[in-house]
C-alpha cells in the first residue's frame, strides 16, 4: 500500500471507532437527567469532562443520592487511567504548548489505541485526531439529543431509567473483562460494594470498591522476564 492508501485506511478505522462510540452519548445524556441534572449541567459535563466512565460514574453517584464530592472523587479515580495514557502519547504525538493542551481534552481510551500502535508519527496523529476529534463532536451532540429527549420523558423512575445508569456503566465495563483476574477482580469489588451500601452514604461504596482493585495490583504476582539471549 501507498503512503496515501494507508492514511485513508487509518482514517477510514478511525472514524468507523468514533461514530459507534460516539453516538452512545445519547445514554449519557439521558441517564444523566434522570440522575437529577438538568440539560445545561449534564452538557456541560461531556464538553468539559469528556470521558465516558467517569461522566457515567459521577452522575451514578449523584443519582443514588451521593454528594458531589464522593461522585467527583469517583469521577477522577476512574479518570487517573488517562494520565497513564498521556505518559505514552505524549512523546509519540510530539504537541508542544497549546497543542499539547488541546490534545489532552481528546485523551480517551479510543483515541489511544487509535494511533498508539502505528509506525510513525504522523499516522499516530492522524489516527488519534480524527477519533478524538470526531468522537468529541458526536459524543457532545449526541448528549444534548439524549438529555432533551430524558428531560421530556417526565420522572425517570416511572419507566425504570433510574436504573440506566448501572446498566451503562456495565456496559463500559464488560468489555474490559478480558482475563480471568480481571474478572475476579470486578466480582470482589461488587461484593464489597454491596456490603459497603448498607453502612457507607451513597458514594462511598464506589471508592471503597476500587480499593479491591489497588490490593489486586499490588498483590498479584508479575511476569517473569524472559531471559535476553546470549550474544
Given amino acids: 500500500m501507498s503512503g496515501e492508501e494507508v492514511r485513508r485506511a487509518v482514517v477510514r478505522d478511525s472514524l468507523g471507532v468514533a461514530i459507534a462510540t460516539g453516538t452512545y452519548g445519547l445514554s449519557f445524556g439521558a441517564v444523566g437527567v ?5 440539560v445545561a449541567q449534564t452538557c456541560a459535563l461531556s ?3 469528556f470521558t465516558g466512565a467517569s461522566q457515567f460514574a459521577l452522575v451514578g453517584v449523584l443519582g443514588s443520592g451521593g454528594t458531589p464530592l464522593a461522585g467527583a472523587l469517583t469521577a477522577l479515580l476512574l ?3 488517562n494520565t497513564l495514557y498521556g505518559l505514552r502519547m505524549a512523546p509519540l504525538l510530539g504537541y508542544r504548548g ?3 493542551l488541546a490534545a489532552a481534552q481528546v485523551l480517551i481510551d479510543e483515541s489511544t489505541a487509535m494511533s498508539v500502535t502505528r509506525p510513525d508519527r504522523s499516522l499516530a496523529r492522524t489516527g488519534f485526531l480524527t477519533t478524538g476529534l470526531t468522537i468529541f463532536a458526536l459524543w457532545n451532540l449526541t448528549t444534548l439529543v ?16 433510574d436504573a440506566a445508569v448501572g446498566a451503562a456503566f456495565l456496559a463500559l465495563l464488560w468489555p474490559r473483562l478480558s482475563t480471568p483476574v480481571l474478572r475476579v477482580t470486578a466480582v470482589l469489588a461488587a461484593l464489597v460494594a454491596a456490603g459497603a451500601v448498607t453502612v457507607t452514604p451513597a458514594g462511598v461504596p464506589v471508592l471503597v470498591a476500587a480499593g479491591v482493585a489497588v490490593l489486586v495490583a499490588a498483590l498479584a504476582p508479575r511476569p517473569a522476564r524472559q531471559p535476553e539471549d546470549a550474544p
Avoid at 34 to 38: E, V, W
Avoid at 146 to 161: H, I, M, R, T
Fill in 146 to 161: 439524549g438529555a432533551v429527549a430524558g428531560e421530556q420523558l417526565g420522572d425517570p423512575k416511572d419507566l425504570g431509567l
Fill in 47 to 49: 464538553l468539559v469532562m
Fill in 34 to 38: 434522570a440522575s437529577g441534572l438538568d
Fill in 79 to 81: 479518570g487517573t487511567r
Fill in 98 to 100: 497549546w497543542r499539547r
